[in-house]
């Protein structure tokens, strides 16, 4: 029976924005952009401490020894000025979750709830984009000078208790407007350790 071990672990997914697509319409292409998509994270992680769990296709999960690590090596990888250089068919984007929990470790691998949920949250962030578990961002939430928008508690699948999600703001203002009459965002800018209710009001004059 093969050895297993339970203990914490903070988690990374990462998944590459189209590749499925882009790989059917030039499979070249995709190859070369995943070799080298390959090539710059992995030097990311390996500068943040992270460990290589595996890779999935074209993305990765990745352990980290600190939350404050882990997401800081998600935000140098959203903020890297590659895309600048080059025209928009090879373009790399990239979706980021991150979690913290009880894993079960197993011969280099891990298995359990934390790592679906880090799967999940990842699905949920936009190209370019960072989600984080409201237990993520109770961890760092006063130790980064990020903006985050909180997105409430989103039903995740196959995970049975609704998960606090928050989504890290990089590189840019928040945009978005409410998703509908009277609902809104709750923006947290760091260090403050509470999200404080902002409306979004359109001041663009009429014409």
Known sequence: MPLEERGFATLMFTDIVGYTALSQRDERLALDLM??????????????????????????????????????????????????????????????????????????DVFGDAVNIASRLQALAEPGGICLSGQVYAQIGNKLGLKHVSLGRKRLKNVRVAVEVYRIVVGEEVRRPPARTGEKWRIAVLPLANSVPIPLTNSSPRG
Request: proline share 4%.
């Open 35 to 108: 070799e080298e998509h390959a090539q710059l994270l992995r030097e990311l992680f390996r500068h943040y401490g992270g460990r290589e769990v595996k890779a999935l296709g074209d993305g990765f999960l990745v352990e980290f020894p600190s939350t404050l690590q882990a997401v800081e090596c998600a935000v140098e990888i959203q903020q890297a000025e590659r895309n600048t250089k080059l025209p928009p068919q090879m373009y790399l984007q990239v979706r980021i979750g991150r979690h913290v929990g009880d894993v079960v470790r197993r011969e280099g």
